[in-house]
């Protein structure tokens, strides 16, 4: 069996050799990359990383318009389907009541973002520390409408899975982080005056919170089942084999190798390449995986947890932008129209994030659980 009950008898010792060699292979590449174009790999190991040594090409007008042209053509016909379906698929009954501990969940949150945004004057020293009650109590108050409009919720459903999220989810930013040191496209600002130690502790709290943010959001949109009327197509039927994982594998790692060697053309490959590796090592494993839902035409649930991933990253921008500590973006190339920080093409990394949040937490609750929509016979017919 797998580290969860499932139906695909698979075992554990290949279930977490997939993840080892997965995250060696994650580490390895960048840094082998910048080993043989001659750089030192200790300024990539820099903590906390506070040097800012890569230096990105100015903003193009004709490269953001280009990206601009080829997103809005590949996302009109998306949204437009969704939003036609929205006014045919309505969401399913309200099937519980809200809970009392989602009312502290929310309360949390408000006094939180009060603080965060210094509208309730506190100590700097206690005002640099909100971002994870902030978005803890997002996670409860998420889990609180989950409960409410569908009658469960992966709080109360798998606790003890729900909080080894938190310890993943940890792991899983902080090697976005050490990602980012070969692009640069982010920096914190506020913390030079923070110590090593403080910085790792706080840091690692805030992080905790991503994965659970974003399977929480995904588990509530089931309650619409908008996604899978839309997009789902059960004609579609593709056998994607393991020559196909092989050459997924090759390429995601190629340009994962070369992210620090060329970061102002293949940034964009942070969010895609992890997201890559992972599934092409699930499939050469044989085990569950994200590619065998969207071979079975279940493209619903991939659009629900790209949106996931997107609603999640503009509450991170929102919140983020009156904070102090915060994050800022440099970003070669596109860094025009921002909403909050975060320059507007860059919010198309949210979308495999999205995938990708997904596929970390499956570490713990079954894939097959954060994809099926038990709702669909519950919402109206298209």
């Not at 990383?49 to 490269?63: E, G, M, Q, S, W």
């Not at 659980?369 to 017919?381: A, C, Q, R, T």
Request: charged content about 10%; overall charge positive; glycine content about 6%.
């Amino acid at each position: 069996m797998s580290l969860y009950p499932d139906n695909d008898s698979n075992f554990n010792s290949r279930f977490v050799a997939c993840y080892v060699i997965s995250a060696v292979f994650l580490l390895i590449m960048p840094l082998a990359g910048m080993t043989i174009k001659g750089f030192a790999v200790s300024q990539f190991l820099e903590f906390p990383p506070l040097t800012r040594y890569v230096i990105h090409a100015p903003k193009n007008d004709f490269v953001f318009l280009l990206g601009l042209t080829l997103s809005v053509a590949f996302l009109a016909p998306l949204i437009i389907r969704f939003f036609r379906y929205l006014r045919v698929c309505p969401p399913i009954p309200v099937l519980g009541t809200f809970p009392i501990w989602g009312m502290a969940g929310g309360a949390i949150l408000i006094t939180s973002w009060a603080i965060s945004w210094n509208i309730v004057k506190v100590p700097y020293s206690i005002r640099m520390w909100s971002f994870t009650p902030l978005w803890t109590g997002f996670v409860i108050f998420l889990n609180a409408l989950s409960k409410w409009r569908i009658g469960t919720c992966l709080l109360e459903r798998q606790p003890v899975p729900f909080m080894l999220l938190f310890v993943i989810s940890c792991l899983f930013w902080w090697y976005f982080e050490f990602l980012n040191r070969f692009v640069q496209n982010w920096y914190y600002v506020g913390i030079s005056h923070i110590g090593a130690f403080r910085y790792t502790v706080m840091a690692s709290l805030s992080f905790s919170t991503v994965l659970p943010a974003v399977i929480s959001v995904n588990e509530l949109l089931k309650c619409t089942c908008i996604f899978e009327r839309a997009f789902d197509n059960p004609s579609w039927r593709l056998q994607p084999g393991k020559g196909f994982a092989i050459g997924m594998l090759a390429f995601s790692g190629i340009c994962l190798l070369l992210i620090g060697v060329l970061p102002d053309y293949l940034f964009p490959f942070l969010w895609i390449s992890p997201l890559l590796i992972v599934c092409s090592m699930k499939m050469i494993f044989g085990l569950e995986n994200l590619v065998e839902f969207v071979a079975q035409g279940k493209l619903g649930a991939i659009a629900r947890l790209a949106a996931s991933g997107l609603l999640c990253g503009f509450f991170w921008e929102m919140w983020n932008f009156w904070s102090y500590p915060k994050w800022v973006y440099s970003i070669p190339y596109v860094g025009h129209l921002k909403i909050f920080e975060m320059p507007l093409l860059g919010y198309l990394g949210y979308l495999p994030f999205g995938l990708e949040c997904a596929a970390i937490s499956a570490i713990v609750i079954p894939l097959k659980e954060i994809v099926h929509n038990p709702f669909m016979d519950l919402s109206g017919s298209s």
